[in-house]
């Protein structure tokens, strides 16, 4: 049995994809017992290959789905729906991201499982809503468009653009993440279940922040600034000799320290650039004077005399370099794990919540499709007990 914060917590998971998964991955890192229930064609990430992890399993699975076990219930068939519904009845979470209407089809709604199981907390994730919205696809790319975020994502001169990763998803799936943990503090003082419903755009209008509210404050929406920011200057990706660097001067006292160490200190003084209000309305000719000295020499070194300064500055870093960065500070950003069944090997990033009591575990990699159908078949003649991984 896993230890952790979460120990002693199930969860039937049907959800697929990455928003559900990245929530239930998350229950899983702190000790829950998360039962992935699956079609027999698995999860449509099983298939987003390449690449692939050297057993030749999908990454893009195993990145959110580690510390699971996987379990195939054909809800088409009376036996798998029969599977089903036995796991939700020794279950305290289910979650699921179907469209609205196809859980209500099968019987494995909030109502009719509540009706068995009232302590159940259960987690519906939509791209917009139950209502309105119900029929829209919920594709981060989509929600990226219509919630806004493509609008003042890129060059001012070229296309809109989206974010490199699934932000929209993993956004919603940390949501997702605390909704439940409420819910199941809510339970420990009442006793009772409760819903937690979660949706794409409403995750990303109020991951907006800043953007959101000065939209809502003077009815102008923002424009594309590329990697400058809209009210701190300069905050923003400059070219140094070799490669790029990024240079996030957040106050005049740090903007002092920067021209010093620039070997420009009389930009500090210059009334244009004295403010951050006054940096922000001379933005172009700020960049003007900058971007001559940062050419002189390489980013790295750079980097070394801002930081020396206590300006924040940092190199662009690809991927590897990141990772990378981060071991170089102690942070043991990356975990491996092996399946003990197996033998495969997985590598994935660290659980970035750390508790001193009750750290999280990587216990697992991402489960085979119906790895653990056989040791599920066991319970079936004793639908209320639990089976432990």
């Known amino acids: 049995m896993a230890d952790g914060v979460l120990a002693g917590i199930r969860v039937a998971d049907f959800s697929r994809v990455l928003a559900g998964p990245y929530a239930t991955m998350m229950l899983a890192d702190f000790g829950a017992d998360v039962v992935k229930i699956e079609s027999p064609a698995g999860d449509d990430t099983r298939s987003w290959r390449p690449p692939v992890d050297a057993a030749g399993e999908s990454t893009y699975f195993g990145a959110v789905n580690r510390n699971k076990r996987s379990v195939v219930c054909d809800l088409g068939t009376d036996e798998g729906l029969a599977t089903a519904k036995r796991l939700t009845e020794t279950a305290d979470v289910v979650i699921e991201n179907f469209r609205p209407g196809v ?31 119900a029929a829209l696809p919920g594709y981060d790319l989509l929600v990226q468009a219509v919630g806004g975020l493509m609008s003042i994502t890129g060059s001012p001169d070229g296309e809109p653009s989206k974010v490199g990763v699934a932000l929209v998803d993993v956004l919603t799936g940390l949501n997702a993440f605390s909704g439940i943990l409420l819910a ?28 959101a509210s000065s939209t809502l404050a003077t009815g102008r929406a923002p424009a594309r600034l590329g990697n400058a920011h809209p009210s701190i200057a300069p905050y923003e990706l400059f070219r140094a000799s070799d490669r790029e660097l990024v240079v996030a001067v957040g106050n005049d006292r740090q903007f002092a320290a920067f ?6 200190s009389s930009l500090a003084e210059d009334p244009r650039f004295a ?16 971007e001559p000295a940062l050419a002189a020499r390489p980013a790295a070194e750079w980097v070394s005399a801002f930081s020396a300064a206590r300006v924040p500055a940092g190199l662009v ?42 750290p999280a575990a990587h216990r697992t990699p991402a ?23």
């Open 103 to 133: 859980m209500e089809r099968f019987g494995l709604d909030e109502a009719s499982l509540r009706a068995v199981n009232p302590g159940l907390v259960y987690c519906s994730i939509t791209g917009f809503g139950r209502d309105a919205g």
């Open 184 to 211: 199941l503090r809510q339970r420990d003082a009442t006793g009772r279940g409760s819903r937690v419903d979660v949706d794409l755009l409403g995750s990303l209008l109020a991951a907006l922040t800043n953007q």
């Open 259 to 264: 021209a010093e160490a620039l070997g420009a």
């Open 275 to 290: 403010t951050n209000e006054a940096r922000v309305g001379n933005r172009d000719a700020l960049r003007a004077a900058i």
């Open 317 to 358: 870093n690809n991927v590897a370099e990141a990772f990378a960065f981060a071991a170089s500070l102690g942070l043991d950003p990356v975990v491996t794990t092996t399946d003990p069944a197996t033998g495969r090997v997985s590598r994935q990033p660290a659980t970035p919540i750390h508790l001193d009591t009750a």
């Open 367 to 389: 489960p085979l499709l119906g790895e653990h159908d056989a040791r599920w078949a066991q319970q079936h003649d004793h639908p209320g007990e639990r089976t432990e991984p």
